[in-house]
């Protein structure tokens, strides 16, 4: 779908009764990023632009999930938001939709920053051979890690101990060695 055809159904926006059903829209559009909108939420869009046609709605929504995700993930400045239209796209919905973007952009990246989990650093590795109970036992390594969590909401360190048996680690050694191998292709 080339660009022309996709910004030619902005001005369906027009329809919507209110500044406060367009950001309905957007907000839904956001609320549903990951999931995509259920059909109560598509019936409720419709009948806001009064569109008979279902057909009308996608390219639509495409086009303002477009514009979101170049507003929140590029995290553009307001006087760039403007320039994301092409001039065929009526000054009036232009302002409207620059306005409604500016409003929710700070809160849409606290979203963003929230998605995105963060891996907790390996800070200490330690290990030692743990005496089997009995001779029929294999020889069980303890692996003790120590683990650094830089996010702010859960910042701190953490041990995880866990044993392995003979068989196991071997396992494990060849998947990092393997692991390693791949990082340094790639570096």
């Known amino acids: 779908m080339d660009n022309h055809t996709l910004w030619g159904h902005l001005p369906l926006l027009v329809r919507a009764n209110s500044k406060e059903s367009v950001e309905y829209i957007l907000q839904s559009l956001w609320r549903t990023r990951k999931v995509g909108l259920d059909s109560a939420d598509r019936d409720i869009i419709r009948e806001m632009l009064q569109l008979d046609n279902e057909s009308d709605l996608d390219p639509l929504l495409v086009c303002l999930r477009m514009l979101i995700r170049r507003c929140v993930y590029e995290n553009i400045n ?19 939709l620059t306005l409604l973007l500016q409003k929710f952009q700070r809160e849409w990246r606290e979203d963003i920053q929230k998605d995105q989990v963060s891996l ?68």
Do not use: H
């Open 78 to 96: 307001k006087d760039e938001i403007q320039k994301l239209f092409p001039s065929e796209v009526l000054p009036e919905l232009q302002r409207l």
């Open 120 to 187: 907790p650093r390996l800070k200490a590795m330690t290990w030692n051979m743990a005496n089997p109970d009995t001779e029929l036992t294999d020889p069980v390594a303890v692996i003790n890690l120590k683990l650094q969590n830089d996010t702010q909401s859960n910042a701190g360190e953490m041990d995880v101990k866990f044993q392995l048996a003979k068989d196991t680690l071997e396992t494990m050694l060849r998947s990092m060695y393997c692991i390693r191998d791949q990082l340094s292709d790639n570096a």
